[in-house]
């Protein structure tokens, strides 16, 4: 596969002024501005392949957004290199508007008063679709994300799941090779974000399309993603498979245990019960101190067991461990 996205050794620094409190620390910073220099990128590498589905999380103020603004051409960067689809952002901006696309859960490009099919008309002039092209396009995305019940309703009345199709289905008219989504599902219900995830999966595979993703919402990361990029304080603290994430930062197990007669007292040590009746009982394990197989040991010797299921804890309490460290 290609890489769509290369960058090597990228930096932002931002550099605020400091003021002391009052009227006399407002004529101090006029007279003798003081200046303090934020690191918001800090020397950071990775490439992206064609047709991936890529997770780029942290927590806020870790980068994110100053890394998507680089990479679609908003800022430049202090030094290091990128390049997008072959293009360097910050120079080749608009040929790159042509060649990507992107959603920002909280930033809608929709005119709100207006329905939404006078916006795709507006962004077929702007990106100089072909008439016919644009109609077959408009059609296809119509179809796709079920949009046309409400395609010429003003936008303030749809609801926030229909508008965030319709956004996505906005950003996708001219065929982009990379799609930067921020938060796609923040707001939804379970319903909404399930066929979000589902319409995704769905471009990604039909299209080839790279899908670049920051959300706070791990069922997300989980239903998409196969790679996870970790960023805080401006760096790269893991890049690899969201499978392997657990295994690498987490040696906990949850265990879930059935047991074919009432348990009046469960006694073992080591272990972290999370909750239980007489029948079950789920239990956290760190297999650092007490192995697996001590464990099943202890289990089979005290209890009569009808069943044992063995899991890793939740992704969202890995990356939560992963910020408490770094």
Known sequence: MNQVIHIKNLRK????????????GSLKSII????????AVDNISFNVKEGEIIAFIGPNGAGKSTTI??????????????????????????????????VFG????????LPAIDTFNLFSKIYELDKHEYKERLDYLVKT??????????VRKLSL??????????????KPKIIFLDEPTIGLDIVAKQKMRE???KLNKKEKTTIFLTSHDTQDIEHLCKRIIIVNHGRIIYDGSVNKLSKKF????????????????????GVKIIKSNKFNIDFELDTRKKSMQQLIDALIKKYKIADINISDPPIEETISLIYRKK
């Open 69 to 102: 603004k680089i990479l679609t051409g908003i800022l430049h960067p202090t030094s290091g290199n990128a390049k997008v689809l072959g293009l360097v952002p910050w120079k080749d901006r608009i040929k790159l508007a042509y060649k990507i696309g992107s």
């Open 199 to 201: 319409l995704i999966k």
């Open 161 to 174: 799941g229909q508008r965030m199709r319709c956004e996505i289905a906005a950003s996708l008219l001219h």
């Open 32 to 39: 003798h501005p003081k200046t303090k220099t934020l690191t």
């Open 13 to 24: 620094e931002f550099k605020t002024k400091h003021k002391e409190p009052g009227f006399l």
């Open 145 to 154: 994300f079920e949009i046309k019940e409400f395609l010429n309703t003003p």
């Open 250 to 269: 987490l040696k906990n197990k949850v265990i879930s245990v059935k047991f074919e007669t009432p348990v009046k007292k469960f006694n073992i040590e």
């Open 106 to 113: 909280q930033k809608p490009q929709l005119w709100y008063h």
